[in-house]
């Protein structure tokens, strides 16, 4: 599954919006370039959690979140609710 298909899956889609809406997305400058990360799905170094801004936000555009960061779930584990 991708890393934006998992967040839809979990989530949900926010139709008619993009990731670049959301205040979760971070935009890291380094190496002379500058790449989005999403801080629910998790940030880490390299490309593995390199995100798409004009990818489809998910339901959890722009609300808090207290639970694990998606990428170290395993399959079928479930994530924490997100804060109301």
Do not use: F
């Not at 934006?4 to 008619?16: A, K, S, V």
């Not at 993009?18 to 190496?31: D, Y």
């Not at 390199?50 to 395993?74: F, H, P």
Request: glycine content about 10%; aromatic content about 8%; proline content about 7%.
């Amino acid at each position: 599954m991708e890393k934006i298909e998992r967040m839809h899956w979990l989530y949900g889609l926010d139709p008619g919006r993009r990731c670049r809406e959301c205040s979760r997305l971070e935009w890291i400058h380094a190496g002379g370039q500058t790449v989005c990360k999403c801080a629910i799905y998790g940030v880490a170094p390299g490309a593995a959690t390199d995100w798409s801004a004009d990818w489809e936000a998910c339901g959890m555009r722009n609300r808090s979140y207290a639970g694990v960061k998606i990428q170290t779930l395993e399959p079928g584990e479930p994530e924490t609710s997100p804060a109301p």
